[in-house]
């Protein structure tokens, strides 16, 4: 394999559904794509979604979009720092260290655009609304069509969010496919025909887009010279997707801890032993005994420890960089790291002790009941829109209430069972916390709606 030639391809501006693009000296094709999902509602919506404390009142802790700011600039640092190396080690023409860091910000700014309300129980409970619903045995879907509704993740909703449902006239945002293939972390389809000879690590563990965007994903794959492991259904990792992994991972698991002491959940002082076993050397004894209030103490040491992680994660992908292209390499970066360790150990507090806080837990469970409520009284309300049975003055009602965009040709509810299903989990993944919520108790009438 050229490795020049490839990472030529694999920094595509060629742009989803609008051709190759340039950017300029000043604002480059990739700072642009940054700047197009930053001004989505699709992304400002993410302030009221779930990161670990669900509809928290606490200013302090953090939402999915003050994380997603955060991966961005940890992604940028990977980036760049591994972008000045890639360069002089192929002596790669018309690129700058930049340019990386800006593709990897772009792709960690998104990465959790599609999440559905209530995080990661948000997409337990899609999945298993869907598994009880019945609706598989009265329509035809493929094996892979039924398997996107039954493994739902907000990694494939993102992908569909980006290319498809902002602004979708254009279709979706026309990002650069460098940035797009980045962003897919699990570039495979939800079920597979059958595995391939060679295992798959990390990039299997989900599935990165759903049926109906197959063709855009191949686009994106075509252009930035990815492989395929299985056609039309899997294709080896873009390379910097695994900084956008490990800027996610980074940020999630330091960040968590740093919030979970600040409410509560984990006692200051092992908050501080934990953050000072990653941090190592680079922490000053005289500095950190100066400082009296315990939120100072744990912003340094956190800031430190995700400095060390970011340069260890760099050091591992430079490292392993041939095997990483050529898709020998699919496991955690920082599983090869030093700091392995220290990073389970706090992996091992989180599940322990953070994401079994009572809070969370009623919140996350009560979320459970909004989505599964909303799935059923729009799901409901669609299939009778085909004229599977009468329609109640109930369920009219319901329709009505569905924006267009969610609705197929005529303003009716599509007749393809497989895109009317789509149609109502965009609606309802689209939601923040408090709408879901909010809609749920008024639909159910908890809650009357107020003038």
């Keep these: 394999m050229d490795l020049p030639t490839h990472w030529e391809h694999l920094l595509s501006t060629e742009r989803l559904g609008a051709g190759a693009t340039s950017g300029t000296p000043e604002r480059t094709a990739f700072q642009q794509d940054y700047d197009r999902i930053v ?177 855009a994903f191949e686009r994106v794959a075509r252009a930035t010279g990815l492989e395929e492991r299985l056609p039309h259904q899997a294709w080896l990792r873009h390379p910097l997707a695994f900084l956008v992994e490990v800027a996610d991972d980074i940020c999630y698991l330091i960040i968590d801890l740093e919030d979970a002491s600040r409410v509560g959940f984990v006692r200051t002082e092992d908050a501080e032993h934990l953050l000072a076993d990653l941090a190592g050397s680079g922490v000053s004894a005289d500095k950190l005994a100066r400082m009296s209030e315990p939120k100072e103490r744990i912003e340094y040491l956190r800031a430190k420890a995700i400095g060390r992680l970011l340069e260890n994660a760099a050091a591992v992908f430079l490292e392993n960089e041939a095997a990483i292209v050529s898709g020998d390499f699919d496991r955690d970066l920082l599983d090869d790291s030093p700091l392995a360790k220290p990073l389970q150990t706090i992996r091992e507090v989180a599940f322990d002790q953070i994401y079994v806080a009572r809070p969370a837990l009623e919140i996350e469970t009560a979320g459970f009941e909004v989505l599964g409520g909303l799935l059923s009284l729009f799901t409901a309300a669609v299939e009778a829109g085909v004229g599977r049975r009468a329609m109640t003055a109930r369920e009219r009602m319901l329709l009505r209430l569905l924006p267009a965009q969610f609705l197929g040709p005529k303003g009716m509810p599509d007749p393809t069972p497989y895109l009317r299903l789509l149609r109502i989990t965009d609606f309802v993944t689209g939601m923040t916390d408090s709408y879901a919520v909010d809609l749920y108790r008024k639909l159910k009438g908890i809650d009357l709606p107020s003038e």
Excluded: M
């Design 39 to 215: 001004f989505t509602s699709a992304f400002r919506r993410l302030k009221d979604k779930t990161q670990v404390f669900p509809l928290s009142r606490s200013d302090y802790v953090r939402t999915r979009l003050t994380h997603s700011l955060e991966t961005s600039c940890v992604g940028r640092s990977l980036g760049a720092t591994v972008g000045r190396e890639i360069i002089d080690r192929h002596s790669l023409k018309h690129v700058e260290a930049a340019d990386f860091g800006a593709i990897v910000a772009a792709a960690c700014l998104a990465h959790d655009i599609g999440n559905p309300p209530f995080g990661h129980a948000g997409e337990d409970a899609i999945r298993e609304w869907f598994k009880s619903s019945g609706l598989f045995e009265t329509h035809d879907f493929t094996r892979a069509e039924r398997a996107d509704f039954e493994r739902f993740d907000g990694n494939a909703q993102g992908f569909r969010i980006l290319t498809r449902l902002q602004s979708p006239a254009n279709p979706g945002l026309q990002l650069t496919s460098a940035v797009l293939a980045a962003f897919t972390k699990y570039p495979r389809a939800s079920a597979l025909d059958h595995e391939p000879p060679e295992p798959l690590g990390n990039s299997n563990k989900k599935f990165g887009f759903f049926q109906e965007d197959l063709a």
